[in-house]
């Protein structure tokens, strides 16, 4: 992939992620990330990048259930030790407007009511949208823009002291032109840009209407 894309824009997770395999950076009940592992795929993407604002300390992180059977249990259905969401809270300091699917507001990144459902996970952007738009207070006129699935989730929240302006796209339930959407939004000082996915759904499902 690194060869395709070119390295200048390829971070690697993947090795970041190896060196940390012996901590929960899975869940085990469920195939996403946890918020430790997207922590070590956010450190890699802003050390590629020469840095960031967010400094992330593990002991930091608190937790918001420790009740959550995920898809992976859904399937195999055995009994099996549930798992535990974690989440950092000086993410949840900065004042935020989040606009989904440009009609629903809130001023959280997280969505408490899905802790009280089986879809636990949904506790991270609300679940899955189309379009998210983040506005923060970070007041360095910075514009993000990413393409991602629903690894991204518990990753998003991460970015919130680097940018002002975060666009969030799941082209699964997206119905528009990814390009001219693009286009419409990107500011004259330009905006960054940053795909997001689980491997296989990358090379396996990623479409999009120009």
């Not at 006129?141 to 991460?158: E, H, M, Q, R």
Request: hydrophobic residues 35%; negative net charge.
């Amino acid at each position: 992939m690194e060869r395709q894309i070119g390295a200048g824009h390829y971070v690697d997770v993947y090795t970041a992620l190896r060196g940390h395999a012996r901590e929960e950076i899975y869940y085990r009940t469920d195939h996403h990330w946890t918020t430790l592992g997207a922590l070590y795929g956010y450190q890699a993407w802003a050390e590629a990048r020469g840095g960031s604002r967010g400094k992330y300390d593990p002991a930091d992180m608190e937790t918001v259930t420790d009740a959550f059977l995920g898809t992976l249990h859904s399937k195999v259905n055995l009994d099996m030790r549930s798992d535990t969401i974690e989440y950092f809270p000086e993410t949840a300091a900065h004042p935020v407007t989040v606009t989904y699917d440009l009609k629903i507001v809130r001023d959280s990144c997280y969505e408490q009511s899905y802790l009280e459902t089986k879809n636990k996970y949904g506790f991270f952007l609300d679940d899955n949208h189309g379009l998210v738009e983040i506005d923060t207070d970070c007041g360095n006129g910075k514009t993000l823009f990413v393409i991602k699935d629903s690894y991204a989730n518990c990753f998003i929240p991460l970015l919130i002291p680097d940018y002002e302006k975060i666009y969030v796209m799941d082209l699964r339930y997206f119905n528009g032109r990814l390009f001219q959407f693009m286009k419409s939004c990107r500011p004259e000082e330009g905006m960054d840009v940053l795909v997001l996915y689980n491997c296989i759904h990358f090379l396996e499902d990623f479409t999009y209407l120009e």
